[in-house]
């Protein structure tokens, strides 16, 4: 079975600091992983995958994400925050059901941006 | 259309009312998705149709919940005598091909039971 947990339900930075979003994830055999955001009144769109190819996957709007075996892993990084990052990050994992590919989410993580 | 769009955007209904949330998916795109998404949770897996058929509907909670896409395209989630923990915001998502395609979300349907 997979799982996914966001270890941090809220993280706070401040304008043009590093970001830091904090992924584990369990699954018996190799995943896809995910990084999906959710601005408020928006819907969710997707910032990054990992699907077994290169384990730094580069996303959207300076995101990326780094995909550790070892420590089963997935964390989300950008290196300077900016004020429009503010939103809820959800960590998520792939698994299958029959013939259907589930994405399994984490709870979220809640970004504030501070100025 | 430019991306999934769902009506409508907040629905308060009086406990026992029936509901209905209509998705519209990205024109061209097989695989439509729904979700329930509690306050404070992430999205939970509802349901999935590839075109018109019903594939898997094992998210769904109870016999209340009923969805449909009889020609392949539109699709309504149905909530028959609605209760308070039906509450939620319930997400639309469609992809071009089938599960393993790139899932485009709307902006979702706030439901409150009052």
């Known amino acids: 079975a997979q799982s996914v947990t966001q270890l941090d339900s809220h993280v706070s930075v401040s304008e043009g600091t590093p970001v830091l979003l904090r992924c584990n994830y369990s699954s018996s055999y190799s995943p896809s992983l995910f990084w999906y955001v959710q601005h408020p009144n928006k819907g969710l769109q997707l910032l990054l995958k990992?699907?077994?190819?290169a384990t730094l996957v580069k996303g959207i709007n300076g995101f990326e994400a780094e995909f550790k075996k070892s420590e089963t892993s997935f964390h989300l990084t950008k290196p300077s925050a900016h004020m429009s990052d503010a939103a809820e990050y959800f960590c998520v994992v792939s698994g299958y059901a029959g013939n259907n590919r589930k994405l399994i989410w984490g709870l979220g993580t809640s970004l504030a941006v501070n100025p | 259309g430019a991306g999934v769009s769902q009506s409508p955007r907040y629905k308060v209904a009086k406990r026992g009312q029936d509901v209905a949330l209509r998705c519209d998916p990205i024109s061209g795109h097989v695989s439509l998705f729904w979700y329930q998404q509690a306050l404070g949770q992430g999205p939970e897996f509802l349901t999935y149709?590839?075109?018109?058929?019903?594939?898997?509907k094992s998210g769904l909670p109870s016999d209340r919940f009923f969805a449909e896409r009889p020609e392949g395209s539109v699709s309504t989630l149905k909530i028959q005598r609605t209760q308070q923990e039906d509450s939620a915001v319930y997400l639309c998502a469609s992809s071009f091909r089938d599960s393993l395609s790139q899932r485009f979300f709307g902006q979702g349907t706030r439901l409150t039971v009052v």
């Open positions: 990992y699907t077994s190819a």
């Open positions: 149709f590839q075109n018109e058929a019903q594939l898997d």
